[in-house]
């Protein structure tokens, strides 16, 4: 826990292993042949042929549970692997899809291309549109020729990322053709902003804006460029089409309005960058696709000779567990797919245990609906979008999803959409997040929506690393959204260094109700927020936490009365507030009596609470409209166990015991990756 790299060994399924007293076992092999019987010695080849096996079984009576054994190798789906109702176990006696220890079982959705499929480029046309430096180099490779039909449509304008064709080179994603290849370019000079109505500017134009560098005027015959834009705020991205170039005054028109408007919500200059253009693809690594003549164009960084080129072109998931229950996927890994690796849709106590899934084009797990699922001892990396997607439990009667996230490594997210694609997406009653390593992310790590989730003991850190006015954890604008707990989380070294602020924990737009007891925080507020920091809501409760090197602890931007009331008019919180449940009636206000008169105006002071902390060299304490009792502010080591190792428990003798009479000691020593049945080993180094 101490080390913030780890090295894990997910625990992948021993041969012997019999899965809660199996009484039928089948195989699957890469040297397999579905017309096999399924035996060890002689498998099936695919999924598929194992999932209609068992389904023989159970319809002769033969079957209560069954493990099904994958061997390594690589696995190539064109279409979604999907088990149904029929294809349930029992709570005693799960279906398992379990990988062989020491054998890489390795599921992809694409297409693979020999080395050979490629060639020079010779059209005299394509070629003239190639960075000169980059000719020699670039190859070319006939898609259609492949059978590759479908390469999808990039949409004129999108902040999700679309579900489109990537290409994988040994196992990396390879980089779309963009410029600048790193970082980003920066508008000179705002021209035409559009509509703004965050600012109350109308407007029925499209955005323009001058440019200062002369790379654009390389783009003006391309059939087709695409700038991606912090265009407003640094907390939205958004990619849109480009509807015309003028070099002579160096001016772009974009071929969509912006939601927000072109200019700067947010201070630091707006950025953006150019893809999708054969015109850029001047580095190792880069590719681009020819959608409307089925080319891809590719410069390999490395020799050809034996390696691995994927190409993704599966959009659906790769396996889809819709309406059956008592499934475990175990010890195997997916990878290199153009959409969602694993959904789960309904059903119940289906298990994602001890998986890879990495390099997807969208999410890599997504759960809606059923109750009693769990991922635990995943890694989960290089997604596209988000991390673990997870949505269930009753809203209305406050009902428990019974969901569980837990003892997940699960980073660097949001590759294709950076804003808005979290590690964590929750919503619903009663998610359980616990033991989690949460890292690495462009914005937001945790966001959550709905009642009553746990979430404790979860290292987070490198949250927010290229976006501004964010949290690591985020909820708002919705103030029947209460009764989360979180505890125990170590949250440190977070977001970047642009001018407004981020921070650990963000209570948005009138978020309240939730409780923030036990946590450490390290370097993790910047800007005018705070550690833990309310923008408009009240009755959070801060307790029993320490907070370390922050620019500030606590931080709040209260509302006034008048405000609040604006707001509770407005449909928007109408709607949420009474229609798509009601607080003014039981179950919430029996669960949570702080609603009562939550509807009215009030003339008493809507205060969060920040009870028995201790702040430590921080530049600033509470700020905002805080209840503030019994809180201890040092500028020294109050006695740490090790505060140099980054080991932030509390020695017996700290004077925190004394100066502040019942705090209680945080169990650090628990906080992150831990050993269990599914992950044998977590090093630290």
């Known amino acids: 826990m101490y080390s913030r790299i780890a090295l894990i060994a997910p625990l992948i399924c021993v041969l012997a292993f019999s899965a809660a007293g199996a009484d039928i076992q089948f195989h699957v092999a890469t040297n397999g042949n579905d017309q096999n019987a399924g035996t060890v010695d002689a498998p099936f080849s695919t ?10 079984s159970k319809a002769k009576g033969e079957i209560s ?6 061997h390594g190798g690589t696995y190539a789906l064109h279409e979604v692997f999907t088990l149904n109702a029929e294809d349930s176990g029992a709570p005693d006696a799960p279906v398992v899809y379990c990988g062989v220890d020491g054998e890489r079982a390795i599921f992809i959705g694409g297409h693979t291309l020999e080395p050979s499929t490629l060639s020079p480029v010779t059209n005299e046309g394509v070629v003239a549109r190639i960075d000169e ?31 489109l064709p990537e290409l994988y080179f040994n196992g990396a994603r390879m980089m779309l053709a963009q410029w600048p290849n790193e970082g980003w370019a920066e508008i000179a000079n705002v021209i035409e902003s559009g509509p703004a109505p965050w600012r109350n500017h109308a407007s029925d134009k499209l955005g323009v804006f001058e440019y200062s560098e002369d790379r654009p005027s390389r783009w003006v015959n391309a059939p087709g460029v695409w700038l991606q834009g912090y265009w407003c705020f640094d907390w939205s991205i958004d990619s849109i089409k480009v509807g015309s170039i003028d070099t002579n005054t160096k001016q772009i028109t974009l071929a969509k309005q912006h939601h927000y408007g072109i200019g700067s919500g947010n201070k630091a200059p707006r950025r953006y960058k150019a893809f999708n253009l054969l015109e850029e693809l001047d580095t190792p690594g880069e590719y681009y696709i020819d959608r409307e003549n089925g080319v891809l164009y590719f410069w390999p960084p490395e020799p050809l000779d034996k390696q691995s080129i994927v190409l993704t072109t599966l959009r659906d998931p790769l ?16 990878e290199m797919c153009a959409g969602t690796a694993i959904k789960i849709d309904g059903g119940a106590k289906n298990l994602i245990a001890a998986c890879t899934v990495r390099n997807t084009g969208l999410s890599a797990i997504e759960v809606n609906g059923g109750e009693g699922h769990a991922v635990i001892a995943c890694d989960i990396y290089n997604t596209g979008t988000h991390g673990i997607q997870m949505s269930g439990g009753d809203r209305k009667t406050l009902t428990p999803s019974g969901f569980v996230i837990r003892n997940n490594d699960i980073y660097n997210v949001s590759l294709r959409q950076r804003t808005h694609a979290y590690n964590l997406s929750l919503n619903g009653v009663g998610i359980h997040v616990a033991h989690n390593r949460i890292h690495d992310a462009p914005h937001q790590g945790i966001t959550i929506g709905g009642n ?48 407004h602020g981020s921070c650990a924990i963000y209570f948005d737009d009138g978020a309240g109700g939730q409780r923030v007891y036990g946590n450490v925080f390290y370097r993790a507020a910047g800007g005018s927020f705070g550690a833990v920091f309310s923008h408009g809501g009240h009755d959070n409760w801060v307790e029993n936490n320490i907070f370390i090197e922050c620019k500030r602890a606590m931080g709040a931007s209260p509302w006034q009365d008048a405000y609040w009331q604006q707001w509770i008019g407005e449909p928007l919180w109408q709607d949420r507030l009474l229609n798509e449940v ?14 009562a008169g939550f509807m009215e105006s009030s003339n008493q002071p809507r205060l969060n609470h920040s009870v028995k902390n201790v702040v430590i060299q921080c530049e600033s304490s509470v700020d905002g409209n805080w209840d503030i009792r019994d809180n201890l502010v ?52």
């Open 65 to 70: 549970a069954a493990t099904i054994w994958i």
């Open 634 to 685: 040092l500028r020294w080591d109050p006695g740490f166990v090790d505060a140099k190792q980054n080991n932030y428990a509390l020695r017996d003798d700290s004077i925190v015991f004394k100066a502040v009479p019942g705090f209680e000691p945080i169990p650090f020593e628990k906080i992150g990756l831990q050993q269990d049945e599914y992950r044998t080993t977590v090093v630290s180094n």
């Open 319 to 334: 396996i889809t567990i819709n309406g059956a229950s008592n499934v475990t996927v175990r010890g195997l890994t997916f």
């Open 133 to 163: 430096m980059a000719r020699a180099a670039v190859l070319r490779a006939d898609l259609r020729a492949l059978g590759i039909m479908d390469l999808g449509t990039m949409p004129d304008q999108f902040e999700a990322a679309p579900a």
């Open 47 to 56: 999924f598929a042929r194992a999932r209609d096996a068992v389904r023989e």
């Open 582 to 595: 009601d607080i003014t009636k039981a179950p919430y206000i029996d669960r949570y009596p702080d609603l």
């Open 452 to 499: 009553d989730h746990i979430i404790e003991y979860n290292d987070v850190y490198r949250i927010g690393m290229d976006s501004d006015d964010c949290g690591a954890f985020y909820m708002g604008r919705n103030p029947s959204e209460r009764g989360t707990q979180l505890r125990y989380n170590y949250w440190h070294d977070l977001g970047s260094k642009m001018s």
